[in-house]
């Protein structure tokens, strides 16, 4: 709320363009919900339900001795008599064989399909822990075109004389200020495009590749306030880089424990017999965040 008070206030003061105001407006707009994380239900395969009827329809026949006349048992006969055994002790074990082929698979279904909920719900809480570090960024983002565009404004109207060199200086930084909203702009818009933007490579990619622009727009906008030392040396300013850099490192932590997630559940998902259940349970293999060689030699958000 204190990032959409600021750019009200900025557009009210004529500091940015409505344009600009209604970017960063949508820029801030949390991302759409997920259905991910709905809770799953455990789907039982036909052929798992079938093999669940015919031994339950054997142990119905057990029990009723199929249907026929009961034989009384002569204990005097088979009492303490070696190799001899009484028709209750084998109506016993044959009940007690078909309970355990009956329980069995049912456990060991459960406890599979239960491993592979409790590994995709860390591949989604590790995306929500992204997703909130995108969200803090972008809060941030506010604040530092406000301080840039406000120390420009104030330069403009207390300076008598501007020399041409110090125009070209100011385009530049308005400039970068454009670059930085349209880029954070693109990098919502991606975020918000798809519910299920982590089971997809393609999407997932591009929103890397929109939260790049949006750390290149920021070191852009770093190199050319280098020509306005008041502004660079100013609290408000070297906060917002402080916070703006543990915002980026928090980013890049959330990435990498995500994508170990997501190795773990699609591994689980894939080995037998975890890959019966994700096909039974409909779990749906998840895509990394990958990063590319321009990424990894992203410039860092320092200046002297």
Do not use: C
């Amino acid at each position: 709320m204190q990032a959409r008070a600021r750019i009200d206030r900025m557009e009210q003061d004529g500091v940015i363009s409505p344009s600009q105001a209604e970017m960063l407006r949508q820029s801030l707009g949390s991302a759409a919900q997920s259905e991910a994380g709905q809770p799953r239900r455990m789907q039982i395969p036909l052929w798992l339900v079938a093999f669940f009827g015919a031994a339950a329809l054997t142990a119905l026949v057990v029990f009723s001795g199929g249907g026929g006349e009961q034989a009384v048992q002569d204990v005097a006969t088979s009492m303490n008599q070696p190799g001899v055994y009484g028709t209750m002790n084998k109506t016993l074990s044959t009940g007690l064989a078909v309970l355990i082929l009956l329980i069995v698979p049912v456990l060991l279904w459960t406890w599979l399909h239960n491993g592979l909920v409790s590994k995709e719900e860390k591949v989604f809480a590790a995306w929500a822990q992204t997703e909130s570090n995108f969200q803090r960024r972008a809060d941030l983002v506010p604040a530092l075109v406000d301080t840039v565009s406000r120390y420009l404004q104030h330069e403009a109207e207390t300076l008598t004389a501007v020399t041409e060199g110090r125009t070209a200086s100011a385009k530049s930084v308005s400039a970068a200020v454009d670059e930085l909203i349209a880029a954070q702009k693109e990098a919502a818009d991606r975020l918000q495009a798809d519910p299920k933007i982590i089971e997809q490579e393609g999407p997932l990619n591009e929103l890397f590749a929109a939260q790049l622009r949006v750390r290149s727009g920021m070191t852009q906008l770093f190199a050319v306030v280098e020509d306005y030392p008041d502004l660079r040396s100013s609290d408000q300013f070297l906060q917002l880089q402080a916070q703006l850099e543990g915002a980026e490192n928090r980013i890049n932590v959330a990435r990498i424990r995500f994508n170990e997630a997501v190795r773990d559940y699609n591994a689980a998902m894939r080995r037998l017999p975890g890959s019966l259940v994700a096909g039974a349970g409909g779990f749906q293999r998840k895509a990394y965040f990958r990063s590319d060689e321009e990424a990894r030699n992203a410039p860092e958000l320092r200046f002297e």
